[in-house]
């Protein structure tokens, strides 16, 4: 069974940064490309950031790009989020996703398997 847990979520204020976790198991980590999702408020869920299986090919939403970067150790099964410069704008539950393929992608329907989320609030 795939599980995917998000940790690393919190407060924090404008300005700020933060590193979200997710630990993966049930699945060989190193062949899925991986993603970072949010849903805000009132929000459809959007794709945030995505890497291919090796890591090395990435890709970024614009409202994130330049303040966050997405990476993954292949060998901690870990995927990881680093976010800077946070803008209460970017308060939102954040999902961490996999999907049945190497190649990363953007949109919700093409991920298999989701975390719970984890709580990101950023205050101004």
């Known amino acids: 069974q795939v599980q995917l847990v998000e940790s690393g979520g919190g407060l924090v204020q404008a300005g700020g940064s933060l590193r979200l976790s997710c630990a993966a198991s049930g699945l060989t980590f190193s062949s899925a490309a991986m993603g970072w999702f949010r849903r805000a408020p009132g929000k459809e869920r959007e794709f945030v950031a995505g890497l291919n299986r090796g890591g090395a090919s990435t890709y970024y939403g614009d409202s994130v790009k330049g303040r966050f970067t997405i990476s993954r150790d292949n060998v901690k099964n870990a995927l990881y989020l680093h976010m800077n410069s946070l803008k209460p704008e970017d308060t939102a539950v954040y999902y961490c996703?996999?999907?049945?393929?190497?190649?990363?992608?953007?949109?919700?329907?093409?991920?298999?398997?989701w975390g719970q989320g984890t709580q990101v609030t950023v205050s101004s």
């Open positions: 996703a996999a999907r049945n393929g190497m190649i990363l992608r953007t949109t919700e329907r093409e991920y298999d398997y």
